[in-house]
């Protein structure tokens, strides 16, 4: 066999001009951008609404720019917005996206939802990686607490590579669709909506988020639309109602038997709510609680062992407590530094930079609280609980020495 000759240095192959990967990336329409502003002392920043040709950006200063001058051009790119001020183009990471969104609930900020969904260990095959009956129910999480969303869109990333991939044409109508007058859902033609149904029964990784509140559920709702163009939306099952109606109505369709893998219980009195969810989850799946007091968790131990349920606690951690200096970057839950080059203030014209480097200290504190991990056993094979151990020192007296 002859064996291609070696390119020449600086030289690239033509397969790989034609197959070019790397960060670099085309706005298109639908679209949501981060842009900063040049300002005056300091440079502004702004996350837009999903691009349209028609529409204008509102930025800082009174000023603005058109939409369509943003369409097709590339991140890091620089415009002029309608002052003369450069605008360049970023695209905003999941934690920018959800701290600079409008909020009706208290989000979930993401350094504490990464925390979350690493506790559940997803490691889900692509389809096709392995040899799985093609009737198999599909890989369910439930998610009580829907929210702003942000833990949803958090865990709907982690199972987004089990599920077959979207046609580019469901996508984009996904993105474009208005909503319902009078319900909750996608106003979809039938073509769509007919292969929106199609994809929805081919998945293999389901999320099922419940909320109350339709107004929380609404917001949530397009804020996981909007992100990515619609990219996670079709992993997810919006639900509006109380956890009790929506579980028995499924535990009565599946003749009683379990069909949850795992559970997130984001409410103020979860053991209230817990029944129907302990009895949906399957033997070794996971129950979460993210609660702000540890004494909330105190509280669903003692209602579990009075009730002798048959799940049993793993872990309890703190979670930890982020600060934030401008409100654009999150952290991920570690400290930031400023690390700067800069001439100090006063110095004279031919005086040296000199370089800062210090924790920044920051103007608000975000996230925290406590997250319990549990794990659901067989019913007959419930664990006892766990003896006290508890140290004493009392002393022994000559009399009870010479007892037997």
């Not at 609930?105 to 392995?130: F, K, M, Q």
């Not at 163009?229 to 099952?237: G, M, V």
């Not at 800069?342 to 930079?353: H, K, N, S, T, W």
Request: glycine letters at 6%; charged letters at 25%.
């Amino acid at each position: 066999m002859r064996l291609p000759r070696p390119l020449a240095p600086g030289r690239l192959s033509p397969l790989r001009l034609s197959r070019q990967y790397s960060s670099g990336h085309t706005v298109k329409e639908n679209d949501v951008l981060f842009l900063r502003q040049q300002g005056t002392n300091f440079p502004r920043w702004h996350l837009t609404a999903p691009l349209r040709p028609e529409s204008r950006v509102r930025l800082a200063y009174g000023a603005s720019v058109n939409a369509s001058d943003l369409i097709g051009r590339n991140l890091l790119d620089v415009v002029p917005d309608s002052s003369g001020r450069d605008v360049v183009l970023h695209e905003p990471s999941m934690a920018t996206y959800i701290i600079n969104s409008a909020r009706q609930a208290t989000p979930i900020y993401p350094h504490d939802a990464n925390t979350i969904v690493s506790l559940l260990d997803l490691n889900l095959p692509r389809p096709g990686e392995e040899d799985e009956d093609a009737n198999a129910p599909p890989f369910e999480i439930f998610e009580a607490g829907t929210g702003m969303g942000s833990l949803t869109l958090h865990l709907a990333r982690a199972l987004h590579a089990a599920n077959p991939p979207t046609t580019p044409a469901l996508r984009n109508s996904l993105c474009t669709a208005h909503y319902q007058l009078h319900d909750f859902g996608l106003d979809l033609t039938p073509e769509d909506q007919a292969a929106f149904d199609s994809y929805r029964a081919s998945r293999r990784a389901v999320l099922h988020t419940l909320d109350r509140n339709p107004k929380h559920s609404r917001a949530a709702h397009k804020l996981i639309r909007q992100f990515r163009r619609s990219l996670y939306f079709p992993t997810i099952d919006f639900h509006i109602g109380s956890i009790d109606e929506y579980l028995t109505e499924r535990l009565t369709q599946s003749d009683g038997a379990p069909f949850l893998s795992h559970a997130i219980l984001d409410l103020p009195s979860a053991h209230e709510n817990a029944v129907p969810v302990i009895q949906a989850l399957k033997p070794n799946g996971l129950l979460i609680l993210f609660k702000p007091s540890i004494s909330q968790i105190g509280d669903f131990q003692a209602w579990m062992k009075r009730t002798n349920q048959p799940v049993r606690f793993e872990r309890v951690i703190e979670l930890a407590v982020s600060t934030t200096a401008d409100g654009v970057r999150d952290t991920g839950g570690g400290r930031e530094w400023d690390v700067k080059t800069v001439i100090p203030r006063g110095a004279e014209a031919d005086a040296q930079p000199v370089q800062v480097m210090r924790p920044k200290v920051g103007d608000r504190v975000v996230g925290g609280g406590f997250v319990a991990i549990l794990r659901r056993y067989h019913a007959k094979a419930s664990p006892e609980a766990e003896p006290v151990e508890e140290e004493t020192t009392s002393q022994v007296t000559p009399e009870a020495k010479s007892e037997p």
